[in-house]
Structure formats: structure tokens, C-alpha cells
């Protein structure tokens, strides 16, 4: 929550240092918050062994998800939050709307790092149960990591969620991308002649690659295009004044929306076939030694990278949030001086906010849940696969072909 000090530092680093000191802290921030999770979730875990050995994990996970009530609500009350404050800026509300929307939003993004925390501990408490069933199906006494084919599997499993995750965050770069060209190209056809009048020379595209012979004539250049552009902008609220603002047509929305919904769709197929051939294929050519190292590496990466991907993408929103409500203070002169809106301080400070929350949104809304699946879908299916696979006397495949040669 932005009301504490890792949000306010984070934030504070925007304004000191700009956009690269900011996702800086939010990762530094993202990782400390690992150390205190794991710690209680080790000690849970610890705790209900020694009870009740692999019956008490499963309690325990069974304990967890009996606040699945608890946990939607607080899920439900992030998106609520945020909708409202999107549509009270689209319909043109005033300001102070917007403002106490951007409050509720941040407590919106606190509640729902609270839903994760549960969802993490509860996928990974489950997952270690369905681990402890997979290795009596198959008839592991122990996972021996001075065993070479159960350590190798142990570090594949652990790179397992970093393939992931980039796969994803790959693909909401991707999706992104077809967006913004989607509304670029959405917005050359509502300006229509303005911007074919720009691309002549006066700001267009080409302009982009123009080299300038001195600073002057750069800065000529630039007063040139801000006078050109006022003007156009002056013409466009005069003509919005006299025809009112129109709707948007339904067709153009459902672009984007298309781009949305397709990305989420065909982009998820590889991660998913990541994680749901893996097992599989090393458990039947590597054999089950290997993939009870995979699914333990697998398991404490995971953990590690969902709880620091959610923290890390709230806290660059509440940060984002925390300076646009101008909470922010800055020394000036030995003097404490508020950042406040229609400044060009705030202008810089703010976009340097904004590019962490870019940057966390894919985090704490992709990647990091999606880990949660990555550790009980491996675990699961490895489990239900286990009778299939070679018995530990025969190995993997690979190993059954070498003994052939050998």
C-alpha cells in the first residue's frame, strides 16, 4: 500500500533518479518481500509435517483454501475498483472523481497481493502434497540430491518457471505492441489530413530520423512543430465544441479487443505445452529420478518468483498512484516541496512512474499467478502419469539405450 514506506520509496525513487532507479527498487523491493513469506510458509510447512507427516501438508493446504471465499472477495474488489476509475476518466468526470478512484485502486492493488499470497502458499503446500503422493506411486524412498540425474533435474526444474515467465511476458509484450499500432493507425484515420500534413516534413514518422546540423536548428525545428500542432489542436476542440463529442464506433473497439483476446489465446498455447510435456517426456526418457528433482526445483523456484512478481508490479502501481494523488515531497533548498500536477517536474517524475508500471503489470498479473499453475499442473500430472513411466530398476529410456550398448 502506498500509506507505507517501501511504496514511498519507491516513488521517491522516480523522482530522484527517474525511470531506471525506480524498477531498481521495485525489483530490490520484489525480492525482500520473498524473505518474510517463505520464512512463515517454511515453518507452516515444517510445523504440519512434523505433526502429521505428508497428511498434515495436505491439511494444511486443505486449511489454506478453506479462505477461498475470503480470497475472491478480496481478488474481486482490485478489478471493481480499477473499472470504475477507468470509466470515470473515459465519461469525463471530474477530477476529484478520479481521485478517490486512484485511492480505492491502490487499496485494490493491496488486497489483491494479499489474494496471491494466499493463492501462492496454498499452490505451493498443494503441490508438495501431490509431490509426496507422486514419489510413493512410483516407489521413491528418498530424493537424494548427491544423486546426478535427481540434481540435474533439480536445476532444470528451477530455470523451468524463468522459460516460463519470459514466454509470457514475451507475450504480452507482443499483444501490446499490436495494440498501440492498432490505435495508432485508429487515430491517423480520425485526424485524416493532419497527419498526412505532418508526415510532409512537419512531425511525421520521417521526421524521426531526421539529423539535425546544430542544437539550433533542432530547437527550430521543435518550436516549428509545437506552433503547427497548438494550432491543430486549437481546430480540433473548436470543431468538438461546435459538433459535440461523438461514440466511438462499436467496430473499433472491437479491434483492440480482438487483438486482446486473441494474444491471450494462441500466446499461451507454448507456456502450456511447456509445462504439460515436460513431465512426460522427462519422466519417460530420463526417468522418475530426474523428475522428482524436476518438480522440487521446479516447486521453490516458483515460489520465489510469483511472490516477488506480485509484490514488485503493486508496488510500481501504488507508486504510479501515490504521485499522481501529488503525496510526493521532495527536498528543494533544505525545504520539503510538494510535486503537484501541471509542473514539469511532475510531468517527469510521473512518466518515470508510469514505465515501472508497465513494467509490472505483466508481472503481477501474467506471470506471477500463472506460476501458481505451473507448480500444481507439474505435480499433478506427473502424478497421474507415474504408473506409466519406467520403474526406477530400469530408468528412463536413455538410460535403457545405453545399457543396450553398453
Known amino acids: 500500500s502506498n500509506a507505507y514506506q517501501p511504496v514511498k520509496d519507491v516513488a521517491m525513487s522516480c523522482a530522484q533518479g527517474g525511470a531506471a532507479p525506480n524498477i531498481i527498487y521495485g525489483l530490490a523491493l520484489g525480492y525482500k518481500s520473498c524473505v518474510y513469506a517463505v520464512m512463515l510458509l517454511a515453518l507452516n510447512i515444517f510445523v504440519s509435517y512434523y505433526l502429521a507427516h505428508m497428511f498434515g501438508v495436505a491439511?494444511?493446504?486443505?486449511?489454506?483454501?478453506?479462505?477461498?471465499?475470503?480470497?475472491?472477495?478480496?481478488?474481486?474488489?482490485?478489478?471493481?475498483?480499477?473499472?470504475?476509475?477507468?470509466?470515470?476518466?473515459?465519461?469525463?468526470?471530474?477530477?476529484?472523481?478520479?481521485?478517490?478512484?486512484?485511492?480505492?485502486?491502490?487499496?485494490?492493488n493491496t488486497t489483491a497481493a494479499i489474494g496471491k499470497g494466499f493463492a501462492i502458499s496454498s499452490a505451493a503446500m498443494v503441490s508438495l502434497a501431490l509431490f509426496g503422493a507422486f514419489v510413493d506411486t512410483v516407489g521413491l524412498k528418498s530424493v537424494d540430491l548427491l544423486e546426478p540425474l535427481q540434481f540435474?533435474?533439480?536445476?532444470?526444474?528451477?530455470?523451468?518457471?524463468?522459460?516460463?515467465?519470459?514466454?509470457?511476458?514475451?507475450?504480452?509484450?507482443?499483444?501490446?505492441?499490436?495494440?498501440?499500432?492498432?490505435?495508432?493507425?485508429?487515430v491517423k484515420e480520425l485526424r485524416g489530413g493532419a497527419l498526412d500534413e505532418k508526415s510532409s516534413g512537419n512531425g511525421g514518422d520521417d521526421d524521426q530520423w531526421t539529423v539535425f546540423k546544430s542544437d539550433i536548428a533542432e530547437a527550430k525545428h521543435n518550436v516549428d512543430f509545437w506552433n503547427k500542432e497548438v494550432a491543430r489542436l486549437k481546430k480540433e476542440n473548436e470543431k468538438i465544441a461546435e459538433d459535440g463529442i461523438g461514440a466511438?464506433?462499436?467496430?473499433?473497439?472491437?479491434?483492440?479487443?480482438?487483438?486482446?483476446?486473441?494474444?491471450?489465446?494462441?500466446?499461451?498455447?507454448?507456456?502450456?505445452?511447456?509445462?504439460?510435456?515436460?513431465?512426460?517426456?522427462?519422466?519417460?526418457?530420463?526417468?522418475?529420478?530426474?523428475?522428482?528433482?524436476l518438480l522440487a526445483g521446479s516447486l521453490v523456484s516458483s515460489v520465489q518468483m510469483a511472490i516477488s512478481a506480485s509484490n514488485s508490479g503493486g508496488a510500481w502501481d501504488n507508486a504510479k498512484k501515490y504521485i499522481s494523488g501529488q503525496n510526493l515531497y521532495?527536498?528543494?533548498?533544505?525545504?520539503?516541496?510538494?510535486?503537484?500536477?501541471?509542473?514539469?517536474i511532475y510531468h517527469e517524475v510521473h512518466n518515470a512512474s508510469v514505465i515501472g508500471d508497465t513494467v509490472g503489470d505483466?508481472?503481477?498479473?501474467?506471470?506471477?499467478?500463472?506460476l501458481n499453475i505451473v507448480m500444481k499442473l507439474m505435480a499433478i500430472i506427473s502424478l497421474v502419469f507415474g504408473p506409466s513411466f519406467?520403474?526406477?530398476?530400469?530408468?528412463?529410456?536413455?538410460?535403457?539405450?545405453f545399457a543396450k550398448f553398453a
Open 362 to 370: 505483466p508481472l503481477k498479473d501474467t506471470s506471477g499467478p500463472a
Open 59 to 108: 491439511v494444511s493446504a486443505l486449511g489454506v483454501l478453506s479462505t477461498l471465499a475470503t480470497g475472491l472477495t478480496i481478488d474481486a474488489y482490485g478489478p471493481i475498483t480499477d473499472n470504475a476509475g477507468g470509466i470515470a476518466e473515459m465519461s469525463g468526470f471530474p477530477e476529484f472523481v478520479r481521485e478517490r478512484t486512484d485511492k480505492l485502486d491502490a487499496a485494490g
Open 248 to 293: 466511438t464506433p462499436a467496430e473499433k473497439y472491437a479491434a483492440c479487443i480482438k487483438i486482446a483476446t486473441d494474444a491471450s489465446l494462441q500466446e499461451m498455447i507454448p507456456p502450456g505445452c511447456l509445462v504439460i510435456f515436460t513431465p512426460i517426456l522427462v519422466g519417460f526418457f530420463f526417468g522418475v529420478q530426474a523428475l522428482a528433482g
Open 390 to 401: 519406467p520403474s526406477i530398476e530400469k530408468g528412463g529410456l536413455i538410460a535403457q539405450a
Open 152 to 186: 540435474a533435474g533439480l536445476l532444470v526444474g528451477a530455470m523451468i518457471p524463468y522459460w516460463f515467465s519470459a514466454m509470457t511476458m514475451k507475450s504480452v509484450g507482443m499483444a501490446a505492441n499490436a495494440m498501440v499500432e492498432e490505435v495508432r493507425r485508429q
Open 330 to 344: 521532495v527536498d528543494y533548498n533544505g525545504k520539503p516541496r510538494q510535486i503537484i500536477k501541471k509542473t514539469k
